[in-house]
């Protein structure tokens, strides 16, 4: 239940959320909760990605970084469009070359790390319905994950919980980021 704060960026609005984490921790649940309590609009990473990569994942072949490049790049790219208007999107940005692309695109995006232990995860991934992310890949994902380093602006928050609790502890985690604009 635990939850790090990391340093903000300089405030200029309502900021953009990237909803990070492996598969199953909840990206698609708390991310809209999130953005409706902030009053700012969502939207799904998984939109983003373009078909040969919802294939290749169907089939439990695990993303390579040529094939998240555009995936992060028009994630990015809606980031930057909301720019000192706030939004939130989900993408599970796992290794810090992916933040940083993020970044890159839109420098003032804020993270909030939803994390959790590999059990309570699978057990979630298994319950979804009509997910194209198997639980075969769930090793991958924490094979590849890299948390938030201490100079990334952003937040960790644990799953544990109903999805209303853990979009609480996210919000208010966000709110209590140095430098956070008084509206989040």
Aim: net charge negative; no cysteine.
């Amino acid at each position: 239940m635990s939850t790090t704060p990391h340093p903000a960026p300089a405030a200029g609005g309502p900021p953009v959320v990237v909803v990070m984490g492996v598969a199953g921790t909840g990206k698609t649940t708390i991310g809209p909760l999130v953005a409706d309590t902030l009053g700012l609009p969502y939207a799904e990473g998984d939109d983003f990605h373009p078909a040969a990569n919802v294939a290749k994942m169907s089939a439990g072949v695990p993303l390579d970084d040529g094939d998240r490049e555009p995936w992060l790049d028009a994630i990015g790219g809606w980031a930057h469009g909301r720019a000192g208007r706030g939004g939130v999107v989900s993408s599970s940005a796992l290794k810090r070359v992916y933040r940083d692309r993020l970044r890159a695109a839109a420098p003032g995006v804020v993270f909030l790390h939803l994390t959790g232990d590999r059990e309570l995860i699978e057990r979630r991934m298994a319950a979804r319905k009509g997910h194209f992310m198997p639980t075969a890949l769930l090793d991958s994902q924490f094979a590849t994950l890299q948390p938030l380093a201490a100079d990334e602006a952003g937040v960790a928050v644990d799953v544990s919980g109903t999805p209303e609790e853990i979009a609480a502890r996210a919000v208010t985690a966000l709110r209590a980021l140095p430098d956070a604009p008084a509206g989040t």
